[in-house]
């Protein structure tokens, strides 16, 4: 059994080579951002009980000083992902943001403060549609509506056929979205409808550019992390070396787009890790 220390020095490209070496040579200068469900946090059926992996916390908090900035970035409200993850009051990670709702809120740990502008108003108009929507499929008993503040999902993962409640919902709610200026971004049994020109790629070219950045690893896990990845293609077409990683291979696209490809959180967890060593 190859230990974690293996994967971690042998990214399968060149790209994620020459991203490891530079965050390796001026950590100082290396921004490792991370998604949290999926990647820092196991997939669970109820998202309410979501939870950091157990080592997570004190493997960000060995790494975190090291480094010019860990950020997670999620579609979740920054202060759901801090309490979900326990970053609050940890020694060590004074250098952790949370991104929110896709970059649109943003919690910084040296504040303990979170930062939001004003939701779109198209949120709580399909909030109040969704009900009626949801009640002309039959879905209503079948799903389950997470509350996200600037946007709402609904999970099908509780249904008796989750993939198939998925497939019947996608057109109806990408109209109830179209109808208020939202977009539908789908997942892992999961259907967001939220503000466009928010993303997790436009939140991590962001966040790279404003601190600096001269290195970076995203790690990821669903479809929303696709954008992400994208972002660090593009900053290694610009000259900053970045290693892309997949949390696990449930998504196909990911997997192949990584240069490092693990087993899970526990696996991530040993990653960040075998960093701050």
Do not use: C, N
């Not at 198209?122 to 503040?149: F, I, N, Q």
């Not at 997790?200 to 966040?207: M, W």
Request: aromatic share 4%; hydrophobic share 45%; glycine share 10%.
């Amino acid at each position: 059994m190859a230990s974690h220390h293996d994967h971690l020095m042998s990214p399968r490209t060149a790209a994620g080579r020459d991203g490891l070496a530079a965050i390796v040579a001026r950590p100082d200068r290396a921004v490792i951002a991370l998604d949290f469900d999926g990647t820092l946090a196991p997939i669970v059926p109820d998202p309410d009980q979501a939870r950091a992996h157990p080592d997570a916390v004190a493997a960000l908090a060995a790494l975190a000083p090291r480094v010019a900035s860990i950020a997670v970035i999620t579609g979740r409200p920054a202060g759901v992902a801090v309490r979900h993850g326990g970053f609050a009051g940890v020694p060590g990670l004074e250098h952790l943001v949370v991104l929110g709702h896709y970059g649109a809120e943003r919690w910084d740990a040296v504040t303990g403060t979170v930062h939001a502008p004003a939701p779109h108003p198209g949120v709580a108009a399909v909030r109040s549609e969704l009900p009626g929507v949801l009640a002309d499929l039959h879905l209503w008993h079948d799903t389950y509506v997470e509350e996200k503040g600037r946007a709402v999902a609904v999970h099908t993962r509780r249904a008796s056929d989750p993939q198939g409640a998925f497939e019947t919902l996608r057109r109806p709610l990408s109209d109830l979205a179209a109808r208020h200026g939202l977009v539908v971004e789908p997942g892992r049994m999961v259907l967001e409808l939220r503000p466009p020109g928010v993303d997790k790629g436009v939140a991590l070219t962001e966040y790279v550019r404003e601190i600096g950045a001269e290195s970076v690893l995203y790690a990821g896990d669903d479809l929303g992390d696709l954008p992400a990845f994208a972002a660090v293609e593009k900053l290694r077409s610009d000259g900053v070396p970045g290693l892309l990683v997949a949390a696990d291979t449930v998504i196909t696209e990911l997997a192949e787009r990584a240069d490092l490809v693990l087993d899970g959180p526990a696996a991530v967890v040993g990653l960040l890790r075998d960093l701050a060593r």
